[in-house]
């Protein structure tokens, strides 16, 4: 019964390469979001789409877009991959992201993506 | 934006010892999780608690959202404890602390 399950777990890949990480909820929730934690263990957000409508968009390189084909589904495609984009990808999700209806969020297992 | 700290940032304890981890948080926040994550790499909800306290099991949390902090509590650790704890809170979205790395020696 995984609840916010994500593949791949792990993905080794070269520099230039372009990979994706698919996320999906069975919670029945309608927000989405991706979180890079790096080597130092901190965790930051990346995006968040609610109802398959972008509501975050951090300071991310624009090599970086996330997809959300339903309110279940939150991908996220790299293009181009560096060095630096080596991290753990975690997806999340929540009921609601207006202050009234907030509920806590829930963690997908983690990709941990290398770049060589 | 917000800004969230963590402490300590690293604890060893002896097992069966008690322990508190601090946040402090900079502005108003409209929540505030506790989560653990494990020696594996998974983020495990603790608590959701913007505000009082709650228990399950051996932790507690306590959150005073007026003075902007928020103490977890684990009483008789196990090994199984370790791992990294963060705390997070959320303005207009969830800003996590840096974490408190407990490390529970038998």
């Known amino acids: 019964d995984t609840a916010v399950s994500q593949t791949p777990k792990y993905l080794v890949t070269q520099m230039g390469n372009d990979k994706s990480i698919k996320c999906e909820q069975n919670l029945g929730h309608d927000t989405m979001y991706w979180y890079k934690q790096d080597s130092k263990k901190f965790l930051k957000i990346m995006f968040s789409y609610n109802n398959k409508e972008l509501i975050i968009n951090e300071t991310v390189p624009n090599r970086f877009s996330p997809k959300s084909p339903d309110k279940a589904h939150l991908n996220l495609h790299i293009n181009s991959l560096e060095l630096g984009d080596s991290a753990v990808y975690f997806c999340a999700s929540s009921q609601g992201i207006r202050t009234a209806n907030y509920n806590e969020q829930f963690f997908g297992p983690g990709t941990r993506l290398t770049v060589l | 934006g917000i800004q969230v700290e963590q402490s300590p940032p690293d604890l060893i304890l002896q097992e069966g010892a008690n322990s508190t981890l601090r946040c402090n948080f900079s502005?108003?926040?409209?929540?505030l999780q506790w989560f653990h994550q494990n020696p594996w790499g998974q983020l495990i909800n603790l608590f959701y608690?913007?505000?009082g306290t709650k228990q399950n099991g051996r932790l507690s949390a306590t959150t005073v959202a007026t003075e902007r902090y928020s103490l977890l509590y684990i009483s008789s650790s196990q090994t199984t404890d370790s791992g990294v704890y963060f705390c997070a809170v959320r303005g207009n979205k969830l800003v996590f602390g840096a974490g408190t790395i407990l490390r529970v020696k038998s």
């Open positions: 502005d108003s926040v409209n929540n």
């Open positions: 608690i913007p505000s």
